[in-house]
């Protein structure tokens, strides 16, 4: 059974960074890897994602250049390193995972697609 466990939001001025990890359990064949955030009132949205079976890493425009996602395979945890926060960064994010051999659909960061959630990490930048 797939767990996620996620930590590490807090607090950050603009220009600042953060790293979220999530520890994940229970994957039994190839899985895409992502992390949404969340602001009252909007949508759910995509930043990143990596897929388990190539290691291949997608981002949300908004935060190309800025964010990195990657996987530590020793312990399944995946890590989301922030920098150069800004104020729009603002948001609970989450983990989530779904299983696929679909490696495209990893880029789609479609949250219907997702099977498993982690619980939501807060993440304020102050300008």
């Known amino acids: 059974r797939v767990q996620l466990v996620g930590s590490g939001g807090g607090s950050v001025q603009e220009g600042g960074s953060l790293t979220l990890s999530c520890s994940a359990s229970g994957f039994t064949i190839a899985y895409c890897l992502a992390w949404f955030r969340q602001v009252p009132g909007k949508e759910r949205e995509g930043v990143a994602s990596i897929y388990t079976g190539s290691s291949k890493t997608y981002f949300a425009d908004s935060v190309k250049g800025r964010f990195a996602i990657s996987k530590d395979n020793a312990d399944n945890t995946i890590y989301l390193q922030m920098n150069n926060l800004k104020p729009e960064d603002s948001a609970t994010y989450y983990c989530?995972?779904?299983?696929?051999?679909?490696?495209?659909?990893?880029?789609?960061?479609?949250?219907?697609?997702?099977?498993?959630w982690g619980a939501g990490n807060p993440v304020t930048v102050s300008g």
């Open positions: 989530a995972a779904a299983a696929t051999y679909n490696e495209p659909w990893c880029s789609t960061f479609d949250p219907r697609g997702m099977s498993h």
